[in-house]
Each structure stands twice: as structure tokens, then as C-alpha cells.
């Protein structure tokens, strides 16, 4: 119980200070918002009257608190490019944006952790050097330029994708899983490299262990202690990176959305940013820390579950 | 050769061979890099063009000279801003404890759950694109890393007898910190700039490669993707050419920071 309290007061007070944060810079940074909508030209006068209709001649905690507020209402201020509500923008582009990570995040586990037993298992001098070596190139290289090598190869050489775009998950299933497929492995290499790296050495960790002498003496096989004793206990470091590579996704996944011409959050963002609509950019910022936030706090309680002996 | 060592000498060969390219880059590059005939536009590696020309004709292995030192300015100085900035929030913190140390690095793990590269884009929105506002963008994204390495090592070093009798003799917090603790870290400090520095590369290039990051004319690696991206089926040599270069330079300075924290872990 302590525990659960202690974790969430330091998942609020987190959620408090990134969101403090985002506020900060984007209201204290000189550069008025309604002369970059207004542009270089405008009057003082029209500047003023924007800022009014905008609330921006509010003291500034009054305007963080009602930004706050009407966050947790689920009002994320009106888009000055759209002139739609933030949340009405965000609606069509959530599910492509969730499709993509939460795929890059099946890929990278089911991917990720039986390689690391194989190579963990076959550790031997060269072959350890060498899988280290393409371990290190996949954290390496952008995931940007592995989703244009894997158009070229995939997609425009093979066919057996599509180049770019979605397809509702609503109108063909196979077909919109196929549209994200790519983007998400490009997504999932860096990923999996890191995890074939943690679940590798915690698994070599776990074997110099007593217990598994033990089991050994015992006379059990390998493969029994590996899947019954071994990896569950190597798991369990893995399990802190995962929050590390879900804000690794959807930091990747900004990127990758705009290779592939996906229209999600990553994508809206990045016009968002060259039309300067900041109520639209600041509220895309801060969902996508508070995603990462949150994941963050589950893989905390998990990890309690799992392994009560952890204390705070 | 162990295979710690191993890492070690392919990471400085790598970084070694890039900087030297970077060097030559200020003398001599074969055509000049902005050098255009559309005549010659989008030809295949040859001879005359190692590695082929762009859709303006420009000799792509002229330009990625010239986007070499981009990047690695790129690196240096934002590794200088986050240190600085790093140095002195994260020294604060671990030299004197308690409540500051709480209250410090309370905010830096905050920010550290944002991802580098949006908590990137997020900056550069309101400095606006552009080479110094993207090399201000990743210092200021590197200050919580450095801050972090910092703090942990003062925590260690102040723990040290010599630094506790040095107190005792009455040494001033000054010198206690540039003349016992910092050259203690020194090592840490090279390892996380290092393993820094290839992040900032990947980081610029994603920017870039945005139109958020460095614009023309200065040269940029990210940039050339971007502009490769439309001539990948036609001319796929020159986003292929151009992308291995940021895998060669962002490779070769994890495995040299991969190498040197091994090397490190077994002086200890």
C-alpha cells in the first residue's frame, strides 16, 4: 500500500512538472503567438484584439490552470489552423498513431525475446562478437532511413507492400495491417536490439547464479532450467527498459509517420510546428508525455507484481 | 583480443576515419558541393562520381564531405552547451544533497520521460529552424543526461577519504570541486559524451530531415535525405549512400563510448 502511494504521488508530481514544463516554454519564450498567426505586417491593434479572443492577456497561472482544467475535461483549446477544437483534430489520427506503436511494441517483444535466448545461448567468443556488432547497427541506425531501405526493398522492389498511406482498420483488415507494417518494423529494430542486449546479459548474469547450479546438480535439463528458473528471473531487468522503448516508439514513431505519409499525430505535429499553431503543438506534446508517463508508472507496478521483494 | 577491445578499436577507427574526412572537407572536396548541372543530374556511382549525382547534378560524395562538418559541429557544441548546463545543475545537486539534490533531480527525471527528439522538436517550435537554434535544441535536450552522470558522480567522489580530509583541512568548496572531484568523473564525463554525441547526430538528421533541423545552405546529412526521398526508386544509391554515413558516424561513437565504459568497469 505504501508503495502504490508513494509511486503515484511521484507519477502526479511528474505529470505536474512536464506539464509545467510544456507550458513554460511555449508562454514565457518571447515571440507572441497571435503575431506569428498574424504575421510581421499586423498592427498592434489587431495583435491585441487576437490576443483577447485568444485569452492570451491573462496572467499566466490563471492561463495554466485553465489549460489544466480543460485538459482533464477533455477541451484542449481550439487549433488556430483548423479553427476546430484541438480534441476533433486529434480524433481520426489517434487509432493510426496507437496502430503503429502498439505494433512496434508486439514486434519488438516477440522479436526481441526469443533472440536474446538464442543468443544467449550460443555465447560463445566470435559468434557473441559479431551479434554484438548487428546489435549495435540496429541501435545505430535511424529508423527513418530503415523505413526508406525497407520501401525500396519491400514495398517498390517486392510489392508486398503498400509504399505509403493507411488503410482503415474499418475497411480491410489485412490490408490496414499491411499499411503499418513497415513503418512499425522500422520502429521495432532499434528496439529489439536493445532488448536482445538486456535479456542477453541478465540471462548470462542469472546462469552464474547458485540456484542454477543447483538445479543443475539436480539433474535437470537445460532447456527446463532455462524456460522455468532462468528466464524468469532474467526477465525482470527487460521489463525496466520497456518504458524506456514505449517513449523510444513514439518518439520514432513522429519520424516515421511522415516517411510513410501516415496521417497521425507524429505528422500532424510536424505541420502543426511549420504553421506555428501552438495550442495545437502544445497539447500534442504534452498527450504524448503523459502516454509515456503513464507506461512508465504501469511498468513500475508490474514490476512490483512480479517481483514483490522490490522496495521503494 | 577481448571483445570489449574489440568494440574499443572498430568504434575509434570508425570515429577516427569520419573526423579525418571532416578535416580534409575544409581543403578539398572533388567538385564544389553546391555545384550544379542539371546535364549530369541523377547519375549512378562511377568513377567520376564515386558516389553518383543528386537531382541538381551536385557530386553527392562533395556533399556528404561537406555534411560531415555540420554534423560534427553539430555534436561538439551541443555537447559543450548540456555539459555546461548539466555540469552545474548536476554538481549542485550531488556536492550538496538533501532537499536541492531532491527538488533537482526530481525535474530532471521528469524531463527525461520525454522523449529526446520530440522534447527536441518541442524547443526548436519556438526558437524556429535553423543551424544554431538545432545545436541550442540538443544541448538544451542533453542538460538532464549530463546533469544525471554528473550528480551520481559527485555522490561517489565526495564519499572519498582524501576529499573528506581535504574538508576537514579546511579546503574551500572551489577547489574541492576542480581540484578532487572532477578530475575523478573525468572518465564518466568522456563516456557520456561520447554515447551524447551519437545521439545528437541521430537527433539532428531526424530534424533535418523534417525541414525543423539545419537549413540550406548549410549542408546536412538529415537534410539530403530528405531531398533523396524523392528520387529513392530512380536514384536509390543516394539516400542509401547518404544514410550510411549517419550509421557509420552515430556507430562508431557508441561502440568508442561502448568501449570505454568497459574499459573503465575494469580498471575499477
Known amino acids: 500500500?505504501?508503495?502504490?502511494?508513494?509511486?503515484?504521488?511521484?507519477?502526479?508530481?511528474?505529470?505536474?512538472?512536464?506539464?509545467?514544463?510544456?507550458?513554460?516554454?511555449?508562454?514565457?519564450?518571447?515571440?507572441?503567438?497571435?503575431?506569428?498567426?498574424?504575421?510581421?505586417?499586423?498592427?498592434?491593434?489587431?495583435?491585441?484584439?487576437?490576443?483577447?479572443?485568444?485569452?492570451?492577456?491573462?496572467?499566466?497561472?490563471?492561463?495554466?490552470?485553465?489549460?489544466?482544467?480543460?485538459?482533464?475535461?477533455?477541451?484542449?483549446?481550439?487549433?488556430?489552423?483548423?479553427?476546430?477544437?484541438?480534441?476533433?483534430?486529434?480524433?481520426?489520427r489517434i487509432p493510426i498513431s496507437f496502430s503503429l506503436a502498439v505494433i512496434a511494441l508486439i514486434l519488438t517483444v516477440?522479436?526481441?525475446?526469443?533472440?536474446?535466448?538464442?543468443?544467449?545461448?550460443?555465447?560463445?567468443?566470435?559468434?557473441?562478437?559479431?551479434?554484438?556488432?548487428?546489435?549495435?547497427?540496429?541501435?545505430?541506425?535511424?529508423?527513418?532511413?530503415?523505413?526508406?531501405?525497407?520501401?525500396?526493398?519491400?514495398?517498390?522492389?517486392?510489392?508486398?507492400?503498400?509504399?505509403?498511406?493507411?488503410?482503415?482498420?474499418?475497411?480491410?483488415?489485412?490490408?490496414?495491417?499491411?499499411?503499418?507494417?513497415?513503418?512499425?518494423?522500422?520502429?521495432?529494430?532499434?528496439?529489439?536490439?536493445?532488448?536482445?542486449?538486456?535479456?542477453?546479459?541478465?540471462?548470462?548474469?542469472?546462469?552464474?547464479?547458485?540456484?542454477?547450479?543447483?538445479?543443475?546438480?539436480?539433474?535437470?535439463?537445460?532447456?527446463?532450467?532455462?524456460?522455468?528458473?532462468?528466464?524468469?528471473?532474467?526477465?525482470?531487468?527487460?521489463?525496466?527498459?520497456?518504458?524506456?522503448?514505449?517513449?523510444?516508439?513514439?518518439?520514432?514513431?513522429?519520424?516515421?509517420?511522415?516517411?510513410?505519409?501516415?496521417?497521425?499525430?507524429?505528422?500532424?505535429?510536424?505541420?502543426?510546428?511549420?504553421?506555428?499553431?501552438?495550442?495545437?503543438?502544445?497539447?500534442?506534446?504534452?498527450?504524448?508525455?503523459?502516454?509515456?508517463?503513464?507506461?512508465?508508472?504501469?511498468?513500475?507496478?508490474?514490476?512490483?507484481?512480479?517481483?514483490?521483494?522490490?522496495?521503494? | 583480443m577481448q571483445r570489449k577491445s574489440i568494440t574499443l578499436y572498430i568504434g575509434a577507427v570508425l570515429v577516427s576515419i569520419l573526423f579525418l574526412m571532416m578535416i580534409v572537407s575544409f581543403f578539398w572536396t572533388p567538385y564544389g558541393p553546391n555545384e550544379m548541372n542539371t546535364k549530369i543530374a541523377l547519375q549512378a556511382p562511377s568513377w567520376t562520381y564515386p558516389f553518383g549525382t543528386d537531382n541538381f547534378g551536385r557530386d553527392i560524395f562533395s556533399r556528404i564531405l561537406e555534411g560531415s562538418k555540420t554534423a560534427f559541429l553539430v555534436g561538439i557544441t551541443s555537447i559543450m552547451i548540456a555539459l555546461t548546463f548539466g555540469f552545474i545543475i548536476g554538481g549542485i545537486a550531488g556536492y550538496f544533497g538533501g532537499i536541492v539534490d531532491e527538488v533537482l533531480m526530481r525535474i530532471i527525471d521528469s524531463i527525461l520521460a520525454i522523449p529526446g527528439i520530440l522534447f527536441a522538436i518541442m524547443l526548436v517550435s519556438v526558437f524556429n529552424t535553423g543551424m544554431q537554434n538545432t545545436i541550442l535544441a540538443l544541448g538544451i535536450m542533453g542538460i538532464p543526461t549530463f546533469a544525471r552522470v554528473i550528480r551520481s558522480g559527485f555522490m561517489q567522489v565526495k564519499e572519498f577519504d582524501f576529499v573528506k580530509s581535504s574538508k576537514v583541512k579546511g579546503a574551500g568548496s572551489f577547489r574541492i570541486i576542480f581540484k578532487h572531484i572532477l578530475p575523478n568523473i573525468f572518465s564518466q564525463i568522456i563516456v557520456a559524451s561520447t554515447l551524447f554525441f551519437s545521439g545528437a547526430i541521430l537527433a539532428e538528421s531526424g530534424l533535418s530531415y523534417l525541414g525543423l533541423g539545419v537549413q540550406p545552405p548549410d549542408p546536412s546529412w538529415g537534410r539530403m535525405l530528405s531531398e533523396a526521398q524523392a528520387y529513392m526508386t530512380n536514384a536509390p544509391w543516394y539516400i542509401g549512400i547518404t544514410g550510411i554515413f549517419i550509421v557509420l558516424l552515430v556507430l562508431g561513437f557508441n561502440m568508442l563510448g561502448d568501449g570505454l565504459r568497459d574499459l573503465k568497469e575494469k580498471r575499477n
Do not use: C
Not at chain 1, 505586417?41 to 495583435?47: K, T
Not at chain 1, 485568444?54 to 477541451?75: F, K, M, S, T
Not at chain 1, 521495432?188 to 541478465?202: D, E, M, Q
Not at chain 1, 510536424?270 to 506534446?285: G, N
Open chain 1, 1 to 92: 500500500m505504501r508503495f502504490l502511494v508513494k509511486k503515484l504521488v511521484s507519477f502526479i508530481a511528474t505529470i505536474f512538472i512536464v506539464s509545467l514544463l510544456i507550458f513554460f516554454i511555449f508562454n514565457i519564450l518571447p515571440g507572441s503567438p497571435a503575431q506569428a498567426i498574424l504575421g510581421v505586417d499586423a498592427d498592434e491593434q489587431q495583435v491585441k484584439l487576437l490576443e483577447e479572443e485568444l485569452g492570451l492577456n491573462e496572467p499566466l497561472h490563471l492561463r495554466y490552470i485553465h489549460w489544466i482544467i480543460g485538459i482533464a475535461q477533455g477541451d484542449l483549446g481550439v487549433s488556430y489552423k483548423y479553427g476546430q477544437p484541438v480534441a476533433e483534430v486529434l480524433k481520426d
Open chain 1, 110 to 312: 516477440v522479436i526481441g525475446i526469443p533472440l536474446g535466448i538464442l543468443i544467449a545461448k550460443t555465447d560463445g567468443k566470435w559468434s557473441s562478437i559479431i551479434l554484438s556488432m548487428i546489435t549495435q547497427l540496429g541501435i545505430s541506425t535511424p529508423s527513418f532511413w530503415l523505413g526508406f531501405i525497407l520501401i525500396m526493398v519491400f514495398a517498390v522492389k517486392f510489392g508486398l507492400f503498400p509504399t505509403y498511406g493507411f488503410i482503415p482498420w474499418s475497411e480491410n483488415l489485412g490490408e490496414a495491417l499491411k499499411s503499418v507494417f513497415l513503418p512499425s518494423l522500422a520502429i521495432a529494430v532499434g528496439n529489439i536490439a536493445i532488448v536482445i542486449r538486456y535479456l542477453k546479459n541478465s540471462i548470462l548474469d542469472q546462469t552464474k547464479e547458485d540456484y542454477v547450479r543447483t538445479a543443475i546438480v539436480k539433474g535437470l535439463g537445460a532447456n527446463e532450467i532455462m524456460y522455468n528458473h532462468v528466464l524468469r528471473n532474467a526477465l525482470l531487468p527487460v521489463l525496466t527498459v520497456l518504458g524506456l522503448i514505449t517513449a523510444d516508439t513514439l518518439g520514432g514513431s513522429i519520424i516515421i509517420e511522415n516517411v510513410f505519409a501516415l496521417p497521425g499525430l507524429g505528422s500532424l505535429l510536424v505541420t502543426s510546428i511549420e504553421s506555428r499553431d501552438f495550442p495545437l503543438i502544445q497539447s500534442l506534446i504534452l498527450i504524448i508525455s503523459l502516454i509515456i508517463i503513464l507506461a512508465n508508472f504501469t511498468v513500475d507496478l508490474l514490476y512490483k507484481v512480479i517481483d514483490p521483494r522490490i522496495r521503494v
